[in-house]
């Protein structure tokens, strides 16, 4: 199994490109998969992209409540739009919380545990 987390806590490098292809499926604009490189340092998930995640990944839109905290404490663009960064902000604080969780999250998007694409997703 890969580690989703380094030595110091920070998202390690497979996850984080595990995280792009993920974060390249909802952003604006959109991006051209297979992701070549970094995420454009204007990208961001509004609030149809975050739904469309959320849903993805746990079968339903976050609620309006989970919407706010999410824009309230991680990296969001001037207009509340969640950036690349505040996206790894969410993955990093739950998978410091429960692993497992990121795990289920991981494997809704096609990746096994040692991060491989194995699914269509």
Known sequence: MVSLLDDDGAISEPFE???KR??????TPKIKLPLEGDIPP???????GLDAWASDTN??????????????FMDVTEDGNLTFKGFLQVY???????EEETWR????HG???????????
């Open 17 to 19: 490109t595990c995280l």
């Open 22 to 27: 993920i974060f390249a499926k909802y952003c």
């Open 42 to 48: 204007n990208a961001y998930l509004d609030s149809t």
């Open 59 to 72: 079968g339903e839109p976050f609620s309006e409540d989970t919407k706010e905290e999410i824009l309230q």
């Open 92 to 98: 990093q604080l739950q998978t410091e919380n429960d």
């Open 105 to 108: 999250d991981l494997s809704k």
């Open 111 to 121: 990746y096994d545990r040692t991060l491989n694409l194995i699914g269509n997703a």
